[in-house]
């Protein structure tokens, strides 16, 4: 495994790059990584002051509370994510699994 974490420096050495890679290398920097979070942050501070200036009609007793649909969807969007970790270790193959030696016939 490749210990490189820092990509190629795109503007002085553009041979290290395949050809059809050079278009998408503006998803490396790094605004393009921060645009989404601020994107979505300012989203979710939209709805909550939209759920201020117009309540919701509430169907249940949890509907009440204020800022219930920003807060269920953040911690279900949490609980996905955190979910990958037992996921992965009940459904991953060890990092070994391709270089076992066996009868391949």
């Not at 979710?44 to 309540?55: I, R, S």
């Not at 955190?82 to 991953?92: E, K, N, Q, Y």
């Amino acid at each position: 495994m490749s210990d490189k974490t820092t990509p190629p420096d795109t503007s002085e050495n553009l041979d290290d790059i395949h050809p059809a890679a050079r278009p998408f290398l503006w998803l490396d920097h790094p605004l393009t990584k921060a645009i989404p979070l601020y994107l979505f942050g300012a989203l979710a501070a939209l709805m909550l002051l939209l759920e201020f200036l117009y309540p919701f009609h509430a169907v249940s007793k949890y509907d009440d509370v204020f800022g219930f649909y920003e807060i269920e969807g953040f911690f279900g969007f949490c609980l996905a994510v955190l979910m990958g970790w037992p996921l992965r270790r009940l459904l991953g193959r060890p990092e070994n699994y391709y270089d076992q030696e066996g009868d391949h016939d």
